[in-house]
Each structure stands twice: as structure tokens, then as C-alpha cells.
């Protein structure tokens, strides 16, 4: 009998010839760095269900803003936990609040070597834990909410923020952002619209990281996970809107989202591997069930063949240092 002429595992007979036919690379560059800062902590806290990951301190923050500059990231994504919190979120708009102060003082210290980002949302500010204001029935206010964001923006951009990241999914968020943003002069300061975000069982850990407040869930606002054409719906808005980039949340269990917005999408595409994907490799591996690091970089590198162009990742510094490893041992 005559085998086909077609022999795919020829490309796969060495190391060298698997990375020459690589289709998917990563690079430090392509990666962004979730980071915690917290107020009136001494020490760096660490967060049980993030073995790895801390609420920083602001002295703590700026040591490791330096670290993952000096890996070559692309930009860190700051989020808050303030001390105080009411209904509105006031701390947010505080230029002195936890997150425009670390905003400051991470801009002061890195802002020339790579993107710093911030979270743009309400969750961490508000007593009740949702990312809107409530209206007198408890629901989300979308309208009233989208006019906080819009200052917050402003506050975050005058404290140094080079790209804020709506994350709240109120509808019309990102063309009152912008024309916020416009207003007060910061032209240049981008949007990254977490555009297609869903409510997803895989933020647990960050419900510890930021310490929410949060009783109930987001169902009203984020995306339901049944959904895939309202996915391209939600980008398509935000792009009318003039998101600079848009974002698709959580990453595994939504690659296939992934790639349809990747498809469509005119600007770069971001996907963040939020929380409980950290956590669940990282559980895993420390019972000795997966192989630590082959298992993150393989859930890196799927989200980046799906269509990424940028990856929020807690294991960005890691993953730069391994990838610096790699290419060391071949000079
Ligand atoms: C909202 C926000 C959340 C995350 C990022 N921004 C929480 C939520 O929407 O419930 C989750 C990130 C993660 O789980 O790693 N400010």
C-alpha cells in the first residue's frame, strides 16, 4: 500500500522544526499585567485563591511596576481597593483615592516604558459591590452610572492613566467616556472597551483580590453565557463608539468568541485570562496533576491563536521570563 505524499508529522520531527513552523509566537509585548493595590496596607497581602498574587502596597506596586517594565510587557491594568466605599463610589473620582493615586505614581515610574492601563469601574468603590449605581428600585442605573464613568475617566487620565478600561458593560459607556475624555482635553488618552464581557462563575478569585462587596451577581449588565452573536453586537457598538481596542472576558471558555470578534474587528483585540483560569492551573498543579508551566503557557498561547492581539495575564512576568530563558539558550 502507497502512503500519501502529505506527511504533516514532518514538520514536527525536531524542536528546530517546530519553531520554525510555529504559527503562533508570543511576546512580552503582547502581554498586560493585572495589578492589586490596596490602601492602608503595610505589606504586600497575598490573596489565598491567587497562590502568586498579592494587593500590593504602593511602594510594593512600584517595585513590581519596575519588574514587568524590565521584562519589555506591554502595560499593567491597575485596580483599587479603597478603604472607604458608599453607594456611588466616590473614592473613584477622589484624585487622592486609592487608584489614581497608584495611577500617579506608577505613570511617575514606568509610564514611558510601557502602557499603564486602569480599570475604569465602580465594583471596587461601591458598598454594594455592583459596577453602576442603583436606582431607587436597586437596579442598576445605566444612564446615571455612564456620567460617574465619564468623570472617572477624566480623573484617571489627569492622574497619568495612558488607556482606561471600561469595565462595567453599561450600554453607551465608551461614547460618553470619549467624549469626556475629548472634552477635558485628553485626546490621547485611549479606550480599551471590555466589549464582550460575560458573567462568569471564573471571577471567584477576584472577588477576594478586591474584597467585593458583591451579593448576588452581574447578570443584569455583563453577558450571558448562552450568547455568541451578541457578542459581535456589543463589539460592533463599541467600535461605533470609538473603543481603541475591545476586549472579549473571560478567555477560555469563550475562545470561540475570541475569534469571531478577532474576525470583525478593525482595532486590536484583547482578551483577559481572568482570575479563576489562574487559579484553577495553579490548584492543579499544585496537587501535582498538570505540569505547572506547560499547562500555562499552553492556555496562553490558545488565547493568542484564537485572535488576541494583547492577553491580560497574571503570569505575564513569568511567562516574559521564561520566553527570555528560551531565547538565551539558543544564543
Ligand atoms: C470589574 C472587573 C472584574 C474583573 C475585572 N474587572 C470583576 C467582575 O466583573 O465581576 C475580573 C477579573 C478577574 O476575574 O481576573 N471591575
Known amino acids: 500500500m502507497s502512503y500519501p ?4 508529522r514532518r514538520l514536527r520531527t ?29 505589606a504586600p497581602q497575598p490573596i489565598t485563591s491567587m497562590p502568586g498574587v498579592v494587593q ?23 485596580f483599587g481597593i479603597p478603604e472607604q466605599r458608599d453607594a456611588v463610589g466616590s473614592a473613584g473620582l477622589d484624585p487622592e483615592g486609592v487608584l489614581n493615586r497608584a495611577i500617579r505614581e506608577v505613570h511617575a515610574e514606568v509610564g514611558e516604558d510601557l502602557v499603564v492601563m486602569s480599570d475604569l469601574c465602580l465594583d ?18 445605566n444612564d446615571a452610572t455612564n456620567e460617574i464613568y465619564a468623570q472617572m475617566a477624566v480623573a484617571q487620565a489627569e492622574a497619568g492613566s495612558a488607556m482606561v478600561g471600561p ?22 488618552t485611549a479606550v480599551l472597551a471590555y466589549a464582550a464581557k460575560y458573567a462568569s462563575a471564573f471571577y471567584g478569585p477576584f472577588r477576594e483580590a478586591v474584597d467585593s462587596q458583591l451579593v448576588g451577581d ?11 452573536r451578541e457578542a459581535l453586537r456589543e463589539v460592533e457598538l463599541d467600535l461605533a463608539e470609538g473603543a481603541d481596542l475591545v476586549m472579549v472576558k473571560p478567555a477560555m471558555s469563550y475562545l470561540d468568541i475570541l475569534a469571531d470578534v478577532a474576525e470583525i474587528s478593525t482595532v486590536p483585540v484583547a482578551a483577559y485570562q481572568i482570575s479563576g483560569e489562574y487559579a484553577m492551573i495553579e490548584a492543579a498543579a499544585a496537587q501535582g496533576w498538570i505540569n505547572r508551566r506547560a499547562a500555562i503557557e499552553e492556555s496562553v498561547l490558545s ?25 538565551g539558550s539558543r544564543r
Not at 512600584?62 to 510587557?73: M, S, T
Not at 452581574?218 to 455568541?228: F, G, K, S
Not at 494583547?310 to 521570563?321: F, G, K, M, P, R
Open 218 to 228: 452581574r447578570r443584569t449588565y455583563q453577558m450571558d453565557a448562552a450568547n455568541r
Open 167 to 188: 469595565s462595567g458593560m453599561m450600554d453607551g459607556q465608551i461614547a460618553v467616556i470619549r467624549q469626556a475624555l475629548d472634552t477635558a482635553g485628553f485626546q490621547d
Open 303 to 327: 488565547i493568542k491563536r484564537a485572535g488576541a492581539d494583547s492577553i491580560l495575564t497574571y503570569w505575564a512576568v513569568e511567562l516574559a521570563d521564561w520566553m527570555a530563558e528560551k531565547q
Open 56 to 78: 500590593h502596597t504602593f511602594d510594593s506596586l512600584r517595585r513590581a511596576a519596575v519588574e514587568a517594565a524590565e521584562r519589555g510587557l506591554g502595560g499593567l491594568m491597575l
Open 5 to 8: 505524499q502529505h506527511r504533516p
Open 124 to 141: 471596587e468603590f461601591t458598598d454594594h459591590g455592583h459596577c453602576g449605581v442603583l436606582d431607587a428600585q436597586g437596579r442598576v442605573d
Open 14 to 42: 525536531t524542536p528546530a522544526m517546530r519553531r520554525l513552523t510555529a504559527e503562533t509566537r508570543l511576546h512580552p509585548a503582547d502581554l498586560i499585567l493585572p495589578m492589586f493595590v490596596r490602601e492602608g496596607l503595610d
